[in-house]
């Protein structure tokens, strides 16, 4: 079953609003003007020893850091990386500084990289050194590089208020982002507006990595959307904070109140808030509660999450635009729901990974499935649907950006995406989208220790411990901004 795109829910009574532009998924555009209509919130008391030197922090459990610490090797980097370019507005002194699209994978950095980040709507890109220095680079309009001055940065540049720590994770929104140290604690920095950053407040811009107003237990994941954040503690309890605007949060509110006759807020959550419902919906819409007891994993959209539970069951929420949930409807959903068509075919999920409009999920038996929509026009998936073009081969990594998917499997690189693309696919400059999947001959052979996409971008970690490893490695072209 498919259906033609649907546009989000039309706002009543918004005539005021600042032209906020319906979660329009056709041009996720990272726009620079406020998105949502922000009034004067309270800040959130902050939990006792909040940044406190004598609030003491222990390392995570060595078993656990030895499955969050993935070896290092070299960064590689394709598709769009003139950061500025994906905003509504580009600076004056930004057109003489261009760089030609990287349509084919390029050696970025000499620093041995274990573990690179974006977002699917992100013009900016964390990268963790094999010592777990923490380093930033790309559009810092908000200080989402955690760098001040907020300018735009070519290079990987170290974050200054993280130096000391050994990082181990890491999530970009839109405009902010958060880092996961090896304490399980986390710092937030960047556009704070809908309370994204989580400090407990809406200060508009955090500069400088600020830890999170959290206290419960020590966090082993992190995630973000595009002006919300997701964290995952190590008793499988999921936290979320910031835009509530589309149920995203899962905390059984879209957070929508009028402050007069046409103005219409938000209620943001400023502060991490645990998700603490799960439902199923039968077909004639009977609605239950599900016995969650661990989440294990989870991956957040612009405006929607999906999360696997300790029984491999997958849960989705937020925005339903493009049937990007997999319930085969188009409703938001304010708490998280059970997807059923992984639950009853007996199909357990193993991995997860959201695009801006569209869900991709990897079952215990290797298939990966896709929901939503990955195109900007066109129908869309309403429900789980095979891959059909990767049956048989065993998927190792899986990657999604805002339009565009890459996936490594066995010793190949598989990418597709339908234009306009950015040379985020790596296929060359003569074949620059593909709608079917391609595999990147030139990528062929290397072993890919990591996979990220931004919004026109690709990163890419590859292992380079052998002779023969770095001398093939070599034969490719280095990027220097």
Not at 308 to 327: E, M, N, Q, T, V
Not at 388 to 395: A, E, F, R, V
Not at 421 to 443: A, C, M, W, Y
């Amino acid at each position: 079953m498919s259906t033609k795109r649907k546009r989000a829910p039309a706002k009543r009574g918004s005539a005021k609003r600042n032209k906020r532009k319906e979660e329009s998924d056709v041009d996720s555009d990272i726009t620079d003007g406020s998105e949502t209509e922000h009034t004067t919130q309270p800040d959130e008391v902050l939990i006792a020893g909040h940044g406190d030197a004598l609030d003491e922090l222990t390392q995570l459990p060595q078993e656990l850091l030895k499955t969050l610490i993935k070896p290092a090797g070299q960064l590689f980097i394709f598709g769009l990386i003139n950061w500025d370019l994906a905003t509504n507005k580009i600076p004056k002194d930004v057109k003489n500084k261009m760089h030609p699209n990287l349509y084919s994978p390029h050696r970025f950095t000499d620093h041995k990289v274990r573990l690179a980040v974006s977002g699917c709507v992100a013009t900016h890109s964390v990268i963790i050194t094999e010592e777990g220095k923490a380093m930033t680079f790309g559009r810092n309009k908000f200080g989402q590089l955690g760098v001040d001055p907020t300018e735009t940065k070519e290079i990987p540049t170290v974050v200054p208020g993280l130096e000391n720590m050994n990082v181990i994770g890491a999530a970009c929104g839109r405009n902010h982002t958060l880092f996961l140290t090896d304490t399980g604690t986390v710092y937030a920095c960047g556009d704070n507006r809908s309370g994204q950053c989580g400090v407990g407040n809406l200060q508009p811009n955090i500069l400088t990595p600020t830890r999170i107003n959290y206290r419960g237990p020590p966090i082993v994941k992190v995630g973000c959307g595009a002006e919300f954040s997701v964290i995952l503690d190590i008793k499988g309890g999921l936290h979320s904070f910031g835009l509530p605007e589309y149920g995203q949060l899962g905390h059984n509110t879209d957070g929508k109140y009028f402050k007069t006759n046409t103005k219409l807020c938000f209620n943001f959550e400023t502060s991490p808030k645990r998700i603490v419902l799960y439902i199923e919906k039968s077909k004639d819409g009977h609605v239950a509660p599900v016995d969650v007891t661990e989440i294990v994993d989870f991956s957040c959209g612009q405006n929607h999450t999906v999360a696997i539970d300790s029984k491999k069951r997958a849960f989705s929420w937020g925005f339903g635009g493009f049937g990007r949930l997999g319930h085969a409807e188009q409703k938001d959903e304010l708490v998280p729901r059970l997807i059923k068509y992984f639950d009853t075919q007996s199909k357990g999920v193993r991995s997860i990974h959201c695009g801006s409009t569209y869900s991709l999920a990897v079952t215990d038996f290797g298939a990966l499935f896709m929901f939503g929509q990955s195109k900007r026009s066109g129908e869309a998936n309403m429900y789980p649907k095979p891959i059909q073009d990767l049956s048989g081969w065993s998927i190792t990594h899986v990657a999604a950006g805002n339009t565009s998917i890459i996936v490594s499997a066995d010793e190949s690189v598989i990418s597709w995406g339908s234009a306009p693309t950015f040379g985020e696919l790596g296929l060359g400059d003569f074949t620059k989208s593909s709608t079917n999947p391609k595999e990147v001959s030139r990528l062929a052979g290397v072993k890919v220790l990591g996979l990220s996409m931004g919004y026109g971008h690709t990163l890419l970690i590859a292992q380079n411990d052998t002779p023969e490893q770095i001398a093939k490695l070599e034969t490719f072209d280095v990027f220097e901004p």
